[in-house]
């Protein structure tokens, strides 16, 4: 009468241990598609465990063994995660992270949760018993797009990616997700069916992780739905977090729509014996994630490419269900309307497809993707005590998308821009103030406030007055950008063609806005860089945004210069010195002159605009370049040496320049007598009869009376500003 009474000589690997209480084994024991066969009771578990027996509790969830895939150097599992996380100092990097996974995945929301609950009522009965002590305090991680069967696969691989080869994602899914241990030792994973569990220091799962190099599990919830429930307190606190429903009760179909990470933060006990790390997770340290996040704020999902919602949820100790958790922080985008911008893209996307077709057609488009929109992202703080009180921010800016079909494009379907998966498309965002409806204004205290971003910030400041984004070449934590090799050149390469060509794209953007009326109050320079204030790793932006100004993109000058009323080009522009036009009388005036003069002076639409000080140096680094210096010396330019005959005028108009200023007069002199020198060193049949006329010329000051000279001195009988010519001075050694 039942299986207590069969006796039956298995081979061990078909038998089980009994390692878990539950009530009532004999439905599963009875199982018809995999019969289960207990040992005898009077087998010590010790003796079953050296005999290499399986567990009933790996016999009943039946777990595929996942393992870590790495590449390049070949190291322990647990070192290799801890060298990561030297590679990602700052914690704020794990929303970061799992924000790029949601926002590759097509994911439209992206939220977080800090779970307090301790749940010391349902920490038995597990799958092991080392996972009672990480049953506590967690934080969850949520977006609405599923997994897809490949990022099962790379989520194991550690130092490597397949998503380098899919140019329309952004992120090193293998290397960032493994950022996530900084805070936990045992992360878990819930996609459709599936749950993973990860334990690479295998002192959670210990008794059903056979083999070191594989410390994962993979449990499937339809195949094994009715043995799962056997452990209702290891799952229980997936209940009713972010409308996760597991079958704990009753046997129904069930996929999760969307994928749910559960990040248990690390105890004490945990930290003491990890390889990993060594730092545990308490209340203040928890609360300090709230922090952070607020500190990234709205930069998070400008540059997002399908995420637009984001909210941090708070459950309290003692609130048991998770759908009552509070709002600590929402993070909103839309979209605003506007008569000059165009429809929203998916740029990497519109990238990606048009670089297939061109790997197999060889032909470019007529048009490659742009786009420009303007954002609304809104922010809201719930403060305690009341959740009814909240701060609330708005943060409008407008993003110029586009993709070069030229220098960056040709690089990135090289081998080389292929193996790194570059994509010559990026953007930059100018920062808008909002007045009233489908008004705005540019916020001109934020100057070089600009931040790189590879479509995540990247905490890299540039000194540019907007934001800019892309494929960078970055670095493995994503520190900073490359500057040397293949992928230094095509970050040069990337900012000159791809950034520059957006920068200009927005100025003209900002010019519609203006003659549509959208944009008010705005002097055209306003977000132009400042070269000052760029730091020299992005110089090539500032240096290729003033080239292609100057010299046009194509065929067509940007007209981005405006007097206020109209608009024109470089080559329509007249302006005032800045040192004349910043005098607090004659300055004003004089521009008025100016304007009153154009308008009479040429039948050209001539316009006279203010020219700073510092937008007038970005255009005289262009005009000195080196190809326009070979050119001007073809024309007959003199470099590095100054004729006879010009000194001679230059000596001769020393006399009349000492009349005014003394002091340049002086100057002048000493530098002809410089020229002069370099000249004798050089053989001259002229140079005698140029020194007869030079001994006749009045360009040579005077040395005056040295203090405490008592004798007669007879410079002091001519005025200081008096020049002599070299015939009636003597040099100093004769001057006693």
Known sequence: QGFQQRRVVPPINKCSYCDIKVDDLSDLLDDSLEPINLVHEDIPMKMAQALQVPCLSTRLINPENLGFEQSGQREP???????????????????????QNADDAGGTECSFLIDMRRNMDIRENL????MSVCHGPALWSFNDSGFADTDFVNITRLGGSVKRSEVDKVGKFGLGFNSVYHITDIPIILSREFMIMFDPNISHLEKHIRDKSNPGIKINWNKHQKRLRKFPNQFRPFVN?????????VEMPFSYSGTLFRLPFRTDEEAAISEISSVSYSTADIYSLVDEFSLCGHRLILFSQNVNTMYLKYLKLDEPDPSLAQNTIAIKKMLCSSKVVTTPMNILKEAAKLMKTLTSTRQLPSEAPRCACIVQIVVEEFLEPTPFFEDFAKFTWLICSCMDTGEALKLSLLESGQRLGLVPCGAISVLLSELEDNKWTIMTNNSAYGEVFCYLPLRIKTGLPVHINGCFAVSSNRKEIWKTDTKGRWNT??????????????LMVLRDMVVNEELVDYIYYSVWPDPTLVHDDFAVIWQGLYEDIAKGRGSDLAEVFSDGTSWVSIKNIRFLDDALLKRPVVGPVAFKILLQYLKKADPLPLCAVQLPSWVKSGFEDDYLNPVRLVKLLQLGMIKDDISWEDLLERADSVKELSKSDHASACLRSSIILSLIDEKLKFRDHRTKDFAEKFQSISFLPFLKKPPGFCLPWNGSEYPPETMFPSKEVFSVEYQD
Request: aromatic residues 10%; proline residues 6%; hydrophobic residues 50%.
């Open 77 to 99: 599992l647990t070192v290799r995660i801890r060298n990561i996380l030297e590679e990602y100092p700052s914690v704020s990097d794990i929303f970061k992270e799992l924000l």
């Open 127 to 130: 799958l092991d018993p080392g």
């Open 493 to 506: 390469v990337f900012m000159r063609h791809v950034i520059v060509q957006a920068y200009l794209e927005a």
């Open 241 to 249: 977090v972010f409308n996760c429903n597991l079958p704990l009760t």
